[in-house]
């Protein structure tokens, strides 16, 4: 079993096919409440990633122990933050787009869609990392979604910026499709939601 990587708040090691998601203590939280913040963390993510193994490309989860730990299947794919732009990004952004779709039609919001959180595998496009995720059917929820995977595409990968985002707009065919993609100017004018 080796460690893939150190995140801001879990750590991630490979054991084959297997990838474990460590939930890590944080120093600066009061005990009790790192605690509880880990297991809902980690509850919520099991949940959201069981609940959505039939509509889009996620890990299969093998085990989890509700507190701390995800067992959930490698993708063994490219991760998108590293290679989107040597790769067929504008089929990558379509496949994206309609993964979205399904999500938010779900009433599923990611929390965190940067480019770190999705893997091309096998010409399919997987959303890992639902540790922030939640059920929502708010428009203004899944305008935020949209609103951060914007920011992280502009912040990240400015060479195909706004391109990029253009073609995740247009694929993007969530009920109430219109009313979320205003909000996301909404959102841009009230200049809340920096990063
Ligand atoms: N199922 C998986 N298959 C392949 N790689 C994975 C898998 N789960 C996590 N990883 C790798 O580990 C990294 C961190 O995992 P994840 O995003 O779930 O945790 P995180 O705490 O959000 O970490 P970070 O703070 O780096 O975003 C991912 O960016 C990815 O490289
Ligand atoms: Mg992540």
């Not at 993007?172 to 996301?184: E, F, P, S």
């Amino acid at each position: 079993m080796k460690q893939i990587q150190q995140g801001a708040e879990a750590i991630i090691y490979q054991d084959n096919n297997k990838a474990i998601k460590e939930r890590i203590s944080k120093s600066y939280r009061l005990p009790i409440l790192d605690k509880k913040l880990r297991k809902s963390r980690t509850k919520a993510e099991a949940k959201i990633i069981n609940k959505l193994q039939s509509i889009i490309p996620v890990p299969k989860i093998l085990e989890t122990d509700n507190q701390q730990t995800i067992e959930m299947e490698f993708i063994d794919g490219k991760k998108l933050s590293e290679h989107l732009e040597q790769l067929d990004w504008k089929s990558i952004c379509k496949k994206l787009a309609e993964n979205l779709t399904k999500l938010h039609n779900q009433d599923l919001i990611h929390g965190d869609l940067t480019t770190s959180n999705m893997i091309f595998k096998d010409d399919l496009v997987y959303l890992i990392d639902f540790g922030l995720g939640f059920h929502s059917h708010k428009i203004e929820d899944k305008a935020v979604d949209l609103h951060l995977l914007k920011q992280a595409l502009d912040a990240k990968h400015f060479s195909i910026f706004p391109e990029a985002f253009n073609i995740i707009l247009k694929n993007y065919k969530a009920n109430q499709h219109n009313l979320i993609i205003k909000r996301i100017d909404t959102i841009e004018k009230r200049g809340r939601y920096r990063h």
